[in-house]
Antibody, heavy 121, light 108 residues
Framework: QVQLVESGGHLVKPGGSLRLSCAAS????????MTWIRQAPGKGLEWISC????????YYAESVKGRFTISRDNAKNSLYLQMNSLRGEDTAVYYC??????????????WGQGTLVTVSS | SYVLTQPPSVSVAPGQTAGITCGGN??????VHWYQQKPGQAPVLVVY???DRPSGIPERFSGSNSGNTASLTISSVEAGDEADYYC???????????FGTGTKVTVL
């Protein structure tokens, strides 16, 4: 079955950097758009970035544009999120998910369990 | 950016029907998806494409979308349905995913 496992989250100081990984298995990773979604403690879900199957198309939320970089390695069935210039408001659980095309856009079919990023001095 | 508004909470007795709304400007022209999130767990897709259910999701979960409001209906509510529920659309204007504010469903 589909499995997505995030890793790389931990405590980092403001202004610091972190790289998250998402290991995929159980489906044909290379043909799916993939996405990162985050959830601050006690708050709602926030979509932050996605990448097409070939990496040719990438989108970011305004809140992370210029600071975060999404990438993927289809040979390793892996998705990444490079996070730079981290701020306190980036503190959240970060989820990866695969995207499925629907009429007029996409939905997020399967999700990982998430990895916690804490930005604090 | 596109905004989706949900009521913060809905309370329902076991066996009754819970309705969760998701308001957005002309949301009926978009496709709405719904997720269930239980405490400490990742979200799970319960309705996609306005009204379709993924395999394994009970028929008790149904969705609709028209005008400025989309809705998720949970019939014959069970204690296990207690969770946060989020609506979601893809905003083609900004090429971004948009989530609703979330609704906490409490089973009395």
């Amino acid at each position: 079955q589909v499995q997505l496992v995030e890793s790389g989250g931990h405590l980092v100081k403001p202004g610091g950097s972190l790289r998250l990984s998402c290991a995929a298995s159980g489906f044909n990773f290379g043909v799916y758009y993939m996405t990162w979604i985050r959830q601050a403690p006690g708050k709602g879900l926030e979509w932050i970035s996605c990448i097409s199957s070939s990496s040719a198309t990438i989108y970011y939320a305004e809140s992370v544009k210029g600071r975060f970089t999404i990438s993927r390695d289809n040979a390793k069935n892996s998705l990444y999120l490079q996070m730079n210039s981290l701020r306190g408001e980036d503190t959240a659980v970060y989820y990866c998910a695969n995207m499925v095309s629907a009429r007029l856009g996409y939905y997020f079919d399967s999700w990982g369990q998430g990895t916690l990023v804490t930005v604090s001095s | 950016s596109y905004v989706l508004t949900q009521p913060p909470s809905v309370s329902v007795a076991p066996g009754q029907t819970a309705g969760i709304t998701c308001g957005g400007n002309n949301i009926g022209s978009k496709t709405v998806h719904w997720y269930q999130q239980k405490p400490g767990q990742a979200p799970v897709l319960v309705v996609y494409g306005d009204s379709d259910r993924p395999s394994g999701i009970p028929e008790r979960f149904s969705g609709s979308n028209s005008g400025n409001t989309a809705s998720l209906t949970i019939s014959s509510v069970e204690a296990g349905d207690e969770a946060d529920y989020y609506c979601q659309v893809w905003d083609t204007g900004s090429d971004s995913g948009v989530f609703g504010t979330g609704t906490k469903v409490t089973v009395l």
